[in-house]
T-cell receptor, first 114, second 109 residues
Framework: EAAVTQSPRNKVAVTGGKVTLSCNQT?????MYWYRQDTGHGLRLIHYSYGAGSTEKGDIPDGYKASRPSQENFSLILELATPSQTSVYFC?????????????FGPGTRLLVL | GQQVQQSPTSLVLQEGENAELQCNFSTSLNSMQWFYQRPGGSLISVFYNPSGTKQSGRLTSTTVIKERRSSLHISSSQITDSGTYLC???????????FGGGTRLTVRP
């Protein structure tokens, strides 16, 4: 069974502070993704990666950075957190080039920026 | 404009009723996927269905690429079916999924 874990599961941050969300996958998938989910918007892609050392901008990258130091780990970094970044963040891994494959999602991180 | 649109946005059923969820997309795609999200939970893939009809238990997914739509049919709904159903397309440009806004389903006893 695919396994994607996220930490922390809940986070309260102050405006202007730095926040790092971590994701680990044990699926040996090449691709990893960071999404945020807000009411009325479904999931929106922030950053993604095709493998260690690679990061790509998604649909809403402004205010976020990403880091993929290894196959297993993918971090999302908010250098200067703002209240508009209050959301639920999901990490996922997958190998979309393989027919029938899908993305496997982590449990989510609830971030509140005060 | 929004590439993936789902309807209805919310749906309330009595246990045992059937549900039809719709997903329309405005761009070319490699695949269509349906996900289920329990309230407050993570996403679980329900169907990978780039075209045609697939069935799994009480769930049936039909994708018609020419008409740029996909549907998810739930028969004999159960209380445990409650949650949000999201469709997502994987477009020809790469490995990214684009999600619709979801349909929130509530099944009451």
């Amino acid at each position: 069974e695919a396994a994607v874990t996220q930490s922390p599961r809940n986070k309260v941050a102050v405006t202007g502070g730095k926040v790092t969300l971590s994701c680990n996958q044990t699926n040996n998938h090449n691709n990893m993704y960071w999404y945020r989910q807000d009411t009325g918007h479904g999931l929106r892609l922030i950053h993604y990666s095709y493998g260690a050392g690679s990061t790509e901008k998604g649909d809403i990258p402004d205010g976020y950075k990403a880091s993929r130091p290894s196959q297993e780990n993918f971090s999302l970094i908010l250098e200067l957190a703002t209240p508009s970044q209050t959301s639920v963040y999901f990490c996922a891994s997958g190998d979309a080039h393989r027919e029938g494959d899908t993305q496997y999602f982590g449990p989510g991180t609830r971030l509140l920026v005060l | 404009g929004q590439q993936v649109q789902q309807s209805p946005t919310s749906l309330v059923l009595q246990e045992g009723e059937n549900a039809e969820l719709q997903c329309n997309f405005s761009t070319s795609l490699n695949s269509m996927q349906w996900f289920y999200q329990r309230p407050g939970g993570s996403l679980i893939s329900v169907f990978y269905n780039p075209s045609g009809t697939k069935q799994s238990g009480r769930l049936t997914s039909t994708t018609v690429i020419k008409e740029r739509r996909s549907s998810l049919h739930i028969s004999s709904s159960q209380i445990t079916d409650s949650g949000t159903y999201l469709c997502a397309i994987l477009n020809n440009a790469g490995a990214k999924l684009t999600f619709g806004g979801g349909t929130r389903l509530t099944v009451r006893p």
